[in-house]
């Protein structure tokens, strides 16, 4: 049973623009809530996180929106650059638990 | 930086081999993790290891044994290598405690099994 899901496997989008990821849970207990970016040949790098006592996290560039009602959170990238093509992964957790959730991730192409 | 060091980036063995993928981290971590990934399938977890020799299965740990003899080393093996385990493993690690903290990934390994 996924208890983590990442619909619409794969996003284009134009250099500059804003692309926009989604990922919805099933868990109740999750709430630590994790994206990774892997590029082919590599390790996931993880890229930001939120706690579900926040309902958005800013880091540059990257951001994720967290709605607990409907267990779904967002990844926002602003402006999309060329080196952000790379596979996307959602990642959830409950407190004090070591495991982490996955989903299987988005394929993001920007096109210069 | 956290650095997680996985011994060799492509392996070709044969069916019925005995492999080990040997993992290292450098920030004195407690949790140690072994993962494969598939395409179409994500990321799914085999073993970890939340202390030294303390180990627990994931979701896939068929065929799979795992090492832990010292803190900074976490070792995978299996035990009889089948065409179905050909894949990517990745190695991650992860500080204790109960706060909230990121899995730090290792580059991974592909693993040929011919």
């Known amino acids: 049973d996924q208890q983590v899901k990442q619909n619409s496997p794969s996003l284009s989008v134009q250099e500059g623009r804003i692309s926009i990821l989604n990922c919805d849970y099933t868990?109740?207990?999750?709430?630590?809530f994790l994206w990774y970016k892997k590029y082919p040949a590599e390790g996931p790098t993880f890229l930001i996180s939120i706690s579900s006592i926040k309902d958005k996290n800013e880091d540059g560039r990257f951001t994720v929106f967290l709605n607990k009602s409907a267990k779904h959170l967002s990844l926002h990238i602003v402006p999309s650059q060329p080196g952000d093509s790379a596979v996307y992964f959602c990642a959830a957790t409950a407190y004090g638990n070591n495991r982490l959730a996955f989903g299987k991730g988005n394929q993001v192409v920007v096109i210069p | 930086d956290v650095k997680v060091t996985q011994s060799s980036r492509y392996l070709v063995k044969r069916t019925g081999e005995k492999v080990f993928l040997e993992c290292v981290q450098d920030m004195d971590h407690e949790n140690m993790f072994w993962y494969r990934q598939d395409p179409g399938l994500g990321l799914r977890l085999i073993y970890f290891s939340y202390d030294v020799k303390m180990k627990e299965k994931g979701d896939i740990p068929e065929g799979y044994s795992v090492s832990r003899e010292k803190k900074e080393r976490f070792s995978l093996i299996l035990e009889s290598a089948s065409t179905n385990q050909t894949s990517m493993y990745l190695c991650?690690?992860?500080?204790?405690?109960?706060?909230?903290?990121?899995?730090?990934f290792g580059d991974g390994t592909r693993l040929s099994i011919l």
């Open positions: 868990n109740s207990m999750f709430d630590y």
């Open positions: 991650a690690s992860r500080a204790g405690g109960h706060s909230n903290q990121p899995q730090h």
